[in-house]
């Protein structure tokens, strides 16, 4: 899963979503589609929150406020 970009992965969470709803697949396929969406979706979640950190550095660097601050505040 390393080689595969967040977009792939997400794209790929919806894919199995879609099979999943369908309701025609075997128990065992479903149980396998699932566990490999658990695997995704942490993936997923990672990445989105290392990036949300280093948003957050650039923007500090940048004198952009965080989130749930405000420069309006005295």
Not at 12 to 35: H, N, V
Not at 41 to 62: I, P, S
């Amino acid at each position: 899963m390393a080689e595969m970009t967040f977009e792939q992965a997400f794209a790929r969470l919806e894919e199995i979503t879609r099979q999943m709803e369908d309701g025609s697949l075997p128990l065992a396929k479903i149980a396998d589609l699932y566990k490999e969406g658990v695997k995704l979706g942490a993936f997923c979640r990672k990445t989105l929150d290392l990036t949300e950190k280093e948003l957050q550095v650039l923007g500090a660097g940048a004198g952009v406020p965080e989130k749930g601050t405000s420069d309006a505040q005295s």
